[in-house]
């Protein structure tokens, strides 16, 4: 009878903890600085090419205002890009299947490694404008 509790305490506990796993606090970007001196448009042009290179569609809604979407599998996320001509922020817009919670500012893990590879291409793509 103690090791059939200890079973069932056990099972409650794994269970809790797999509910919960993969799922973290959106990650946002905000305002990164830009520190080579360069027009909006070529702002623009570095995060067109650095959301082509990982798997973004990136189109300009205006004038210092880009959204890119990303589709992989069943999964789909939309972000907005405000930038100038010394920052850019990158924003949670929407997503399909990734279990956000916008109660808990939650969504799948994944989604903020999206995010971090697309932070460090833009940014890859403007340093490199510095040669």
């Not at 905000?30 to 623009?44: A, D, G, H, R």
């Not at 959301?51 to 959204?67: C, D, E, F, M, T």
């Not at 890119?68 to 907005?80: D, F, G, K, Y």
Request: hydrophobic letters at 40%; charged letters at 20%.
């Amino acid at each position: 009878m103690k090791n059939f509790l200890k079973l069932g305490i056990l099972s409650i506990l794994a269970a809790v903890v797999f509910i919960g796993c993969g799922v973290a606090s959106i990650y946002n970007v905000s305002k990164s600085p830009i520190e080579v001196k360069i027009t909006e448009e070529k702002v623009y042009a570095a995060i067109k090419r650095a959301g082509y290179k990982k798997g973004w569609l990136v189109r300009q809604i205006k004038p210092g205002l880009a959204k890119a979407t990303i589709n992989l599998r069943s999964h789909q996320a939309v972000v907005e890009i405000p930038y100038t001509a010394s920052a850019f922020s990158i924003n949670y817009k929407s997503s399909l299947n990734l279990r956000h919670d916008s109660v808990k500012g939650t969504i799948h893990s994944n989604y903020n490694g999206w995010i971090q590879n697309l932070e460090q291409e833009i940014n890859f793509e403007l340093d490199s404008l510095l040669k």
